[in-house]
């Protein structure tokens, strides 16, 4: 009889079972297994508790969570065993008893705590009733010879896998992909690497693919193909491998593998942001004492290597956090560096070997650790990343000196006032003040200092007595007439007037030009006015002004000249004269000056640079400034200087060293917590794709895309990040996940009505599809087309026609011709010459697609011409190239030899493609017999290339 409950609980519990069985596995799929869990066992329904617990078994399987898999397997087992029918082995949503069984064992292996003879039993028990259900004994003898592994009794472990291999496979035996796996770990622990990596080549060659696989089996490879020579097999491997598990629910002992392939590749840089990202995201198993053992070796390796490199003194962020205590330790002190978190994990290890040496019988665990120390002589010469950047040291200087004047601390406080540090900015005022040096001036600055951080925080009060006291001291030091000024207008002198002052503030301006003011007075009159009519959008106003302030202080003192000259190039550049402003702003970087006034200088100077197409030039000031940033406390300007030099670096054609500017401002990001991280990963990867360095772009993009999704970020924004995800993808020849992003970019894109980006991503999309034959890539590109006509975009709409009829006759649709035809016209009517070239030969491989090849041929002929005329010889020689290989294919050799030659004659000697076309064109002279002439291409292959 069924256990009573209430029908709108047992709905809700069905509707929860239902939405656990769709949801992908982590914390949002236990949150609702813990629900129906809860709710079944409140209303006393029995069954449905049943099913819950046995989606809760093989979810904490999969994400490491080892007390509630046993638990709630050892329950799920009474029931079963209490009654089959109520509870039977097969529980929906793909959970089955039998096959939960296969887990069990090695979570108890994995615990010293738990004697080997606990293990007999499970393995008996598992054993009869795999019989009493008539099924294969192969995943009981897979289960055996896996937990022998772990329990170090290779003669076992080779026995019954060999028993294994005399099995009949059912339902119930591991999957292909999981046997090899572990297949490839016991070879690799016997010293057989060669056979392991057989078996790894299997698999990727294969497509295997379980739950963890094939990024399990990739990780556990990557010592193995560097020893192999397989080096750059190894770095893709360990870039798509890592980019999978760093976002698995229980992917620890992949990043531990992959932290040792950074420790013996040089890679300590990466592997600390590993390392520092996988401490923030971990929550560890306590009891599966195995991966925290070997997790420790693999860490402490990587850490040893960081020492090695020279920065043992690395704090290592995160590694304090009490709820990583099982996996680091408890004491690690209060500041845990690289070398001394590296002692406490040695340390950790050592105590669990003896545990699990003691338990096992044998010193398997202490011989792990023996070859793991000998790694520290292992050394593969391969950097993932590109080049990184750190300051420039000449521009270093020892910011702890105690300034001992009180213009040095004026120095200080404007420097502090240039990094919003308010703090600092009063610190430095009350020091300077303290001083009595008779330095006046620097007394006067120095209170213009404490209004104006006052004001900006918004006290009213304490700037008002600063300015009084600033009064007191104008008058003392000899300047009645500035003294008079302020104490007429009060704070209004200190960017604070409104567009109702201007009107006295002009008056009195008048007054001062009258009487022959002080030129200070007038200065700082033309200043206040200037400033309050940019502050208030009106830089057309506020210009006459900074130029008359620029031709009254030019024989005046520097602090002046210095403002004048700001203003001056900020007027000129907000309309629009960026020439003029560029020409003040070199006025003032061609002296030292104040380092805030140099500062912003470098900063706007800069930007110039880069608006006017001359960002080579930018470079170095973006850097100087990067630098000057780096020295101070605020990170957001650093972060900002660090973006602004990359993309002059970009600008300039210089992806890789702009991508190091950017990894540098993520460091700091990460550290600031700062908000601009989702972005600067986003312009990582970018950089990255721009530089070839496909799958480190990948990673980067995929994180910045993830990010984005948490974040809620707008549809559209998201559909970016995917869309170059996809092209970095395509890069990385990772073919699947392009499709993917592609996809998804364009659902996104249309969701935002970004339908340009949607049409663009399209298009790519279904150039992809093509690429693979795919007939589904006609209906992405009539898509794509569809959404370019909603922005009636002319160029995007013939991009995507021009694409659209390519396919469409790709796959034998003569209406693709059509579509040809209509770009075609498209560019002739535009004067587009190389359009028309393109459009031109993409008709002829319509018409060659189509059987058409005497239309074909003198199309193509015409587009190697039309290519030509543009200066386009490398596409001019494909058409050429595409005529011979007609010519060819259609039994005409003859005629194809010397559209072969043509076509050769445009490439670069010693280029891969004229390499490749010789050596096509030696193999078709030899088909005809014209040996002598057959050689003379081959030999023609081997020409060096052209300097």
Avoid at 173 to 190: G, K, N, T
Wanted: net charge negative.
């Amino acid at each position: 009889m069924s256990t009573p409950h209430n029908g709108s609980t047992a709905e809700q519990i069905d509707q929860l079972l239902a939405e656990i069985d769709i949801t992908p596995i982590g914390p949002q799929e236990r949150a609702l297994i813990d629900q129906a869990v809860a709710l079944a066992d409140e209303a006393g329904d029995e069954e449905r508790a049943y099913q819950a617990r046995m989606r809760l078994t093989s979810s904490a399987h999969m994400t490491g969570d080892t007390d509630a898999m046993l638990a709630s397997f050892g329950w799920c087992v009474g029931k079963f065993d209490q009654d089959p029918v109520r509870f039977p082995s097969e529980a929906g949503g793909g959970n089955d008893l039998l096959f939960q069984y296969k887990w069990m064992a090695g979570r108890v292996a994995s615990n010293p705590a738990f004697p080997l003879s606990q293990l007999d039993a499970i393995h008996a028990d598992m054993s009869e009733r795999y019989r009493r259900a008539g099924v294969s004994q192969s995943g009981v003898l897979q289960s055996r010879f896996s937990t022998a592994m772990d329990t170090g009794d290779f003669v076992a472990a080779g026995r019954y896998r060999d028993e294994r291999e005399l099995i009949p496979r059912d339902d119930y035996s591991h999957c292909e992909a999981c046997v090899r796996a572990e297949d490839a770990a016991y070879f690799r622990r016997i010293g057989q690497e060669d056979k392991a990596l057989a078996l790894f080549d299997e698999i990727m060659e294969q497509g295997l693919t379980c739950g963890e696989e094939p990024e399990s089996v990739e990780a556990n490879s990557l010592l193995t193909l560097l020893r192999a020579g397989r080096l750059d097999e190894a770095r893709a491997v360990h870039l798509r491998s890592y980019r999978v598990a760093r976002h698995s629910p229980d992917g620890l002992a992949m990043i531990a593998d992959h932290l040792v392939f950074c420790a013996v590749t040089g890679n300590e840089s990466r592997g600390l942001s590993i390392l520092e990202r996988l401490l923030r995201d971990l929550t560890v198993d306590p009891l599966n004492r195995a991966l925290i053992f070997s997790s420790r070796v693999s860490i402490a390796v990587f850490l040893d290597a960081v020492t090695r490199a020279g920065a043992g003194d690395t704090p290592i962020r995160g590694a304090q956090n009490p709820d990583l205590a099982a996996l680091l330790g408890a004491d690690l002190g209060e500041n845990p560096t690289a070398a001394s978190l590296a002692t406490a994990l040695w340390a950790g290890a050592e105590e669990l070997a003896g545990e699990f040496n003691a338990r096992n019988g044998n010193d398997d665990f202490t011989g792990r650790i023996a070859r793991a120390r000998q790694l520290a002589t292992e050394h593969y010469d391969l950097p993932i990343a590109g080049e990184r950047f750190t300051p420039p040291a000449e521009l270093e200087q020892d910011t702890q000196a105690e300034p001992t004047s009180a213009a040095d601390w004026l120095f200080r406080a404007q420097t502090a006032m240039f990094e919003s540090d308010q703090a600092a900015v009063l610190a430095a005022v009350d020091k300077g003040l303290a001083i009595e040096d008779g330095d006046a001036e620097a007394r006067v600055r120095l209170y213009s200092c404490v209004i104006q951080t006052l004001i900006a925080a918004e006290q009213t009060e304490g700037a008002q007595q600063a300015l009084t006291e600033r009064i007191a001291v104008l008058r003392a030091s000899g300047h009645p007439e500035q003294a008079d000024l302020e104490e007429r207008f009060g704070l209004l002198m200190f960017s604070t007037a409104t567009p109702e002052d201007e009107e006295a503030l002009l008056a009195e301006l008048e007054r001062a030009r009258v009487a022959g003011a002080p030129l200070e007075v007038i200065a700082d009159l033309l200043f206040v006015i200037a400033d309050l009519r940019m502050r208030a959008q009106r830089p057309a106003e506020a210009q006459p002004l900074a130029l008359e302030a620029l031709a009254l202080t030019e024989d005046g003192p520097a602090r002046l000249l210095e403002s004048a000259r700001t203003l001056a190039a900020f007027t000129l550049l907000y309309t629009e004269d960026a020439p003029g402003a560029a020409a003040h702003l070199d006025a003032l970087l061609a002296t030292e000056g104040a380092p805030h006034v140099r500062m912003q200088a470098l900063r706007l100077r800069a930007q110039i640079h880069g608006m006017l197409g001359t960002p080579r030039a930018g470079i170095p000031l973006a850097d100087e400034l990067l630098a000057r940033t780096a020295r101070g406390t605020n990170r957001e300007n650093t972060i900002q200087a660090a973006q602004l030099a990359a993309n002059l670096l970009n600008d300039d054609e210089r992806p890789g060293e702009a991508a190091a500017r950017i990894e540098y401002a993520i460091d700091l990001a990460q550290r600031a917590e700062s908000e601009q991280l989702i972005g600067l990963r986003f312009l990582l990867g970018r950089y990255q794709l721009n530089a070839g360095a496909f799958e480190s772009a990948t990673e980067n993009l995929d994180e910045a895309y993830r990010a984005e999704e948490a974040a809620e970020a707008p549809p559209a924004a998201r559909a970016e990040t995917l869309f170059w995800l996809a092209q970095a993808a395509q890069g990385a020849e990772e073919n699947g996940l392009a499709y993917g992003a592609f996809s998804r970019a364009i659902e996104l894109a249309s969701e935002g009505e970004a339908f340009e980006l949607a049409a663009r991503a399209g298009i790519l999309l279904g150039q992809l599809c093509n690429g693979f034959n795919d007939p589904e890539a006609i209906e992405i590109l009539e898509r794509a087309l569809a959404h370019a006509e909603k922005v009636e975009d002319a160029d995007l709409i013939a991009a995507a026609r021009h694409r659209l009829g390519q396919t469409r006759a790709t796959h034998g649709d003569a209406a693709g011709l059509e579509e040809l035809d209509a770009v075609l016209a498209f560019a002739q009517e535009r004067g587009a010459d190389w359009l028309i070239a393109d459009v031109t030969d993409s008709r002829a491989r319509a018409l060659g697609a189509l059987g058409r090849i005497d239309e074909a041929i003198p199309a193509a002929l015409t587009a190697a011409d039309a290519y030509a005329d543009c200066g386009d010889e490398g596409n001019a020689a494909m058409s050429e190239l595409f005529v011979a290989r007609v010519l060819a294919q259609a039994e005409r050799a003859e005629e194809a030899v010397p559209m072969y030659g043509a076509s050769i004659d445009r490439l670069p000697v010693g280029s891969p493609a004229f390499v490749g076309l010789n050596l096509e064109l030696g193999a078709l002279l030899e088909q005809l017999g014209r040996h002598p002439e057959a050689a003379a291409a081959r030999a023609r292959a081997e020409q060096a290339p052209e300097q």
